[in-house]
Structure formats: structure tokens, C-alpha cells
């Protein structure tokens, strides 16, 4: 990807400076502490692109001295994807740290914050995309809601198969956009890359949901987990028990609770739980809604609003109220 990057999303520079108040300032203004040794200032010399996509950004960046930029984890809950281009650097977060190189990178969650620290000289491409975004797309290719928060093994290794398909597709997006550049990026065409990139994130990078996935393409669930889960969609709004959904699927509960798991990676009442949840979703971003967020989940039975607003946060990589306003901000 190292091949011509210097003109890769050219016509997208947002910042160029070698003075390091304005880099101070304009760092602040993307919440991210920025610090560079003294020996180092004389060749400070940043270089900034970006492409703003519908729940994401794309942008390059370098800055000619060693520098180390940081942040705290307290900010929208995103994915963060490295891509490398020339030098090194060391990530570091809550959980893990990273070499960071042409060869190997890192995805990331914002939750966790993190320090990097980059060598003279060194620039990359960076991807970073809500996590309700990333969730969304999961449903879409599972065909369901999914019933977990979405964690993404961390080391990206751009020498596999998966993890050069991941950065070819991030090429192509980039190509396109330079040809276009920002007068003719339409909102189409970002949203067009936004979802290549983010599917091939979610197809190439192993996650706790890979093998859900991988089953789309090679099995079908049995007849009694369709039979239970049609039942279960019917009677949402009614009270159900385990015992109800058994005697719907036509097998034993301890058949029904294997045979949800192998193939939805969830018992019988996680899924009712998660479907209820997709109910308040479904209202919420609709724009004619004009009830309040505990109406809604009272009425899909989440009586304890804590635990709701914790478990629809989990499931959707948001708060409901930010749904709310998303949905409300397309009237």
C-alpha cells in the first residue's frame, strides 16, 4: 500500500503545519493529546487528510519528527483500524500492545484508549467507524440481530489472505476517492465504501461472531429452532416461557436449548431478550415516532431501565437515546 501513498486521498488535506502550537490546537480539536521531545520539534512536520464517510472517517497522516499521540477512551464508541504505510509504531491500550508496521497493525476499540508511539518519518492510514454502524452491518449479513457486543481479535496481520483482501478493499475505496475528490464524493458513493470496508472487516478480521458467519454459508438450522424462533416472533409482546417455546418447536427443551446454541449462539430466552430489543430499535429510529425511550421499553416489557439502557448499549454499540436521535434528526 506503501506504492504512491503520498498522493493517496491528496486532494482531501484538512491540516499542514510544522509549527507545534497549531498541532497542539488541532490535535485538542480531534480529542487526542499530542507530544514531541524537544530534539524531535525542529523536524515536526504534520501532514493531515480526511475523508468524512456517513459513520465513519478515513484519513492519512504523518509528522515527520518521532511523536506520540494518545487517547483517553472517553469519547464516541468506535473501531479503529491501522494501516501502515511507512515506519513503525507502538500501540498500546487497556488490554494489549502492538508493533505497528507495513506487514501488521491492529483493530481496536475506542473504549479502551490507547498511546502511540511513531518513529521519525512514519506515516499511516487510519479507518475509525461507529460501532453502531459495525453492528448494523453484522444484522445485515447474519440476517438477525445480533445478541452480543461485537469483539474483534486484535492483531491484523496484512501478510494472510484475509488481511491483505481487507487492505485491497481499503485501495479501492481510496482509488475512487481520489479520482472523484470531494466535489463529486457523494453521499452514495461514501456509504458505498463505508459498507465494503466495514463487510470486509467483519469477513476477514476473526471475531467472537467469525464462526456465526462461516455457519451462513454451510448450514441450515433445524426445523425445530425455525419452529421456535416463528413462535417466538408471534408472541413477543406476550409473556413467554422456555416451556412455551418447547412445546411450539415440537422437542424436548434440552434438544432446543442445544441445537440454539449451536446454531444461533444463544439459548431460546437470550434470543426472545434480543428480539424484544430490536423491537424498541425499529421504533426508535422510525421517524414518525414521537413516544419517549421508557415508553417504548416498557412496552417490550424492559422494566428496569438500567439494565435496558446497559443491554441495548451491548447489542447495539449505542445508547437508545442516541437511536432516538438519529432517527428523529432524518424527519
Keep these: 500500500m506503501h506504492e504512491g501513498s503520498g498522493k493517496m486521498l491528496g486532494r482531501y488535506k484538512v491540516f499542514a503545519s510544522r509549527h507545534l502550537d497549531e498541532t497542539h490546537a488541532y490535535m485538542e480539536r480531534g480529542d487526542h493529546i499530542f507530544e514531541v521531545s524537544p530534539r524531535e520539534a525542529d523536524r515536526l512536520e504534520i501532514v493531515s487528510h480526511l475523508v468524512v464517510l456517513p459513520n465513519a472517517k478515513m484519513g492519512r497522516i504523518s ?55 511513531s518513529v521519525a518519518d512514519s506515516e499511516r492510514l487510519t479507518f475509525r467507524v461507529s460501532k453502531a454502524a459495525v453492528m448494523a452491518q453484522l444484522a445485515a449479513l447474519l440476517g438477525e440481530q445480533p445478541t452480543r457486543m461485537l469483539e474483534f481479535q486484535p492483531e491484523l496481520d496484512f501478510e ?13 475505496a481510496i482509488a475512487d476517492l481520489d479520482e ?33 458467519l462461516l455457519r451462513l454459508k454451510s448450514e441450515i438450522a433445524p426445523g425445530d429452532v425455525k419452529r421456535a424462533i416463528d413462535f417466538i416472533e408471534a408472541h413477543l409482546h406476550l409473556p413467554i416461557t422456555l416451556a412455551d417455546i418447547a412445546e411450539a418447536s415440537g422437542v424436548p427443551g434440552r434438544t432446543l436449548l442445544e441445537h440454539f446454541r449451536n446454531h ?11 428480539a424484544r430489543l430490536a423491537k424498541v430499535r425499529e421504533a426508535l429510529v422510525r421517524t414518525d415516532f414521537n413516544g419517549s425511550v421508557t415508553e417504548i421499553a416498557m412496552e417490550w416489557g424492559f422494566n428496569h431501565l438500567g439494565r435496558f439502557a446497559f443491554e441495548y448499549r451491548d447489542q447495539f454499540g449505542e445508547s437508545p437515546s442516541e437511536t432516538l436521535k438519529r432517527g428523529r434528526g432524518r424527519k
Design 63 to 117: 509528522y515527520g519528527s518521532a511523536v506520540l499521540t494518545a487517547a483517553r477512551g472517553d469519547g464516541p464508541e468506535q473501531f479503529m483500524i491501522n494501516f501502515p504505510l511507512r515506519g513503525s509504531s507502538e500501540l498500546a491500550n487497556k488490554k494489549l500492545s502492538f508493533e505497528c508496521s507495513p506487514t501488521r497493525s491492529a483493530v481496536t476499540a475506542s473504549t479502551d484508549g490507547y498511546v502511540m508511539r
Design 160 to 172: 494472510t489472505a484475509q488481511g491483505r483482501s481487507l487492505r485491497r478493499q481499503v485501495q479501492l
Design 180 to 212: 472523484a475528490g470531494p466535489e463529486r464524493s457523494s453521499h452514495l458513493m461514501l456509504n458505498m465504501y463505508e459498507q465494503l470496508i466495514v463487510t470486509g472487516l467483519l469477513v476477514n478480521q476473526k471475531s467472537n461472531y467469525t464462526e456465526a
Design 264 to 274: 444461533r449462539s444463544v439459548s431460546p430466552m437470550q434470543y426472545v431478550r434480543s
